[in-house]
């Protein structure tokens, strides 16, 4: 039985889009899967009771965890585990961390989810943030990118640690085999980039994981670069942030600029583009914490949150914690043992 | 007369492309328009002969000015001026300089066009850098994106004069009246950002240009953020190249795809998506030098060409240097006069 914990609670269109998802995603799932409806027990057993026989035909792989705080977009991200300790993101995430649960899954704030999720659930040896994953359509296979905004200023050190946890998320949820690291910069050769780039570039290269050089934004649709294929795209933050925004915006535009065109068939060109639909890949995972969080789009509708329990249900299934417990905790042994020659 | 002088021996495919450029743009152009051609005076008669009575019949507006040293992809780009003081790329920007032509056009090494323009037209009083910067199609009307690669660490100063930049541009070439600047972000807020963005927060409320507030990745395609339209996006020359660069890859990615899917047509397709091709938008200004400096892409074909022609002559007519200079003089003495509160 693999458990997902969602929060019944987060997002535009709560409870309702999250519930509707879930009874999506355990009509496609196998039986063995469950999911708990963390939030208002009162409410969400009146949602379900609004989906009739259809939801009742689920009921027995339906858990309702009650969590009567409930947490607004004004809150501040901080403020939430203190001031309201039983909203539905942190029930959900001490069902996680406590073992009951075998994955989080939210479309609430998600300053507040990484905050919750770091200190519920903890980070694995050696790290010092956790980093927001996507993954990315290209015109080959789909690549991970991170970090994609949970982080604005970051250390060479932390680009490293972000390469590790997209290398082992390829590995253990995309199934790649020694995936194949790039560092985004503004040129292949090892010495163009910003300082902590070039930096990180020296750091790469010493790693011990595949990198295949520096990447350039150009690289990313076409998911591969001068050096070949790419499985995991590394930046901080900021531009991670300004590029996925960048890219969520220039779908709807384009079609936008083909509505307007007499001779193109829309549907057509909808369906062909039917692979890039956010909703698709709207479900980012939270790296580096010890568990499965999941984050989605506050704006994730009912499809949204069945892909992101889909994933969840993957993530969880695929032994990704266990693998980057083991392996950070093997690179932190190491930098124990040589010494720290990049220390200032 | 404007005269635009043409760097004929840079780019990849150089001196056909620049030539045959020339040529359609002087078609194209009215008659009180010329183009000086340099390079190599054999090569360039050899390749003006092969156009026949094309060039022919525009030959008494062409000019052709020797510049017998020839620069390579190999060369640094700061070696160029001392060891190679008469490569096409000097010898043109040296004309402008000395006011015998009224804008210069490169197809030839970026880095080599930007020390080269730098150090001989000089920058605007109070620029530190000059900053290169691109016109953007979105789904309302085009905007300006500064810096899109010449700079990669900035300070919140440097971002300021950007701004500046981008606005006169905007106001000059553009024509946009009282120019709407954003600062690139990851969020809308004033205290959202890096380190550097949010210091630039507080000096861009300052300034005295348009500041319109923060802008996120998704308002570049869409041409307008919470505070409404944009005409210029200012960012770092390392989130803005990883951008360009992505965005010049979206296009072909997405055409593939299409492509493979039956029932889209294509030609359909791509003659809606025509303003995007990147040909329409291949010349990019170097701002902040005296003068007009057009930097193209390597790989410019001749429609490149007589684009960033056109584009150099709209820039030399419309008082964009000129207003530049003034606003920055202006800028300048204001700094000096008010007490420098955001020095260490």
Redesign the interface.
């Known amino acids: 039985v693999t458990r997902i914990a969602l929060d019944a609670m987060g997002g535009d269109f709560a409870p309702s889009a999250p519930v509707s998802g879930a009874l999506r995603a355990l009509r496609e799932l196998d039986e063995q899967h469950v999911v708990q409806l963390v939030g208002r027990a009162d409410d969400l057993e009146r949602e379900l009771a609004a989906h009739g026989d259809i939801a009742a035909r689920q009921r027995h792989r339906i858990g309702i965890v009650d969590a009567p705080d409930v947490v607004t977009m004004s809150d501040r991200p901080t403020a939430v585990l203190r001031g309201k300790p039983n909203n539905s993101m942190a029930v959900g995430l001490r069902l996680h961390a406590d073992g009951r649960s075998d994955a989080f899954v939210s479309a609430g704030n998600t300053g507040a989810q990484m905050a919750a999720s770091a200190m519920l659930l903890k980070l694995h040896p050696g790290l010092t943030r956790p980093a927001i994953a996507t993954v990315f359509p290209?015109?080959g296979r789909s690549l991970v990118f991170l970090d994609a905004?949970a982080n604005?200023?970051c250390s060479a050190r932390e680009l490293v640690q972000f390469a590790w946890l997209g290398a082992t998320y390829a590995e253990t949820v995309l199934r790649r085999d020694n995936p194949r690291i790039g560092l985004?910069?503004?040129g292949e050769e090892s010495e163009k980039?910003?300082?902590v780039?070039k930096e990180a570039n020296a750091l790469f290269r010493a790693a011990g994981f595949n990198f295949v050089g520096n990447v350039?934004?150009?690289?990313?649709?076409?998911g591969e670069g001068a050096a070949g294929r790419i499985d995991v795209v590394v930046?901080?933050?900021?531009?991670g942030?300004?590029?996925?925004?960048?890219?969520?915006?220039?779908m709807p535009?384009?079609l936008?600029?083909?509505r307007?065109?007499a001779?193109?068939?829309e549907s057509?060109?909808s369906?062909?583009?039917a692979?890039?639909d956010k909703s698709r890949y709207g479900a980012a995972p939270l790296l580096g914490v010890r568990g499965v969080s999941m984050i989605c789009h506050g704006n994730s509708d009912p499809n949204a949150v069945a892909v992101a329990i889909k994933d969840a249900v993957q993530a969880a299934e695929s032994g990704m914690n266990e693998m980057m417990g083991s392996r950070l905790a093997a690179v932190a042994g190491e930098a124990q043992r040589t010494p720290n020659h990049s220390a200032a």
């Open positions: 290209t015109a905004g604005v200023d985004l910069s503004i980039g910003n300082a780039v350039e934004g150009r690289d990313i649709p076409r930046c901080d933050g900021f531009v942030n300004a590029i996925l925004k960048f890219y969520e915006a220039v535009m384009l936008a600029i083909l307007r065109h001779g193109v068939n057509h060109v369906e062909a583009l692979e890039f």
